[in-house]
Nanobody, 126 residues
Framework: QVQLVEYGGGLVQAGESLRLSCVASGRSFSRYALGWFRQVPGKDREFVAA??????????RDSVKGRFNIWRINAVLQSTVYLQMNNLEFEDTAVYYC?????????????????WGQGAQVTVSS
């Protein structure tokens, strides 16, 4: 059974840090790129960061460059992807979703991602 489960959401103050993790299990996720997206009510889901299958390449959206970092650890039938978020801003408040894509590379389009987690709420108070 394929599962993506996010951990680490919560409430923090602006300027603080938070680390999200997502455990992808149920198949060999080392064959999948892994990414993070976020969504606020009334807006489209937007790309945050992605990391390639091996972890050798990554991409982050411009608004979080220098503050967010993504990496992954692959194991047999399970991969874990992390999102370190530093110097959080009120505008980073959203539900964060991890996702897995069979497409090679570090795509930023939600439709390219086949499997999704349930989401983790991140709230940044100003």
């Amino acid at each position: 059974q394929v599962q993506l489960v996010e951990y680490g959401g919560g409430l923090v103050q602006a300027g603080e840090s938070l680390r999200l993790s997502c455990v992808a299990s149920g198949r060999s996720f080392s064959r999948y790129a892994l990414g993070w997206f976020r969504q606020v009510p009334g807006k489209d889901r937007e790309f945050v960061a992605a990391v390639s299958r091996s972890g050798g390449a990554s991409s982050v959206r411009d608004s979080v460059k220098g503050r967010f970092n993504i990496w992954r650890i692959n194991a047999v039938l399970q991969s874990t992807v992390y999102l370190q978020m530093n110097n959080l801003e009120f505008e980073d408040t959203a539900v964060y979703y991890c996702a897995a894509s069979e497409t090679e590379g570090v795509g930023d389009v939600p439709l390219a991602y086949r499997f999704w987690g349930q989401g983790a709420q991140v709230t940044v108070s100003s």
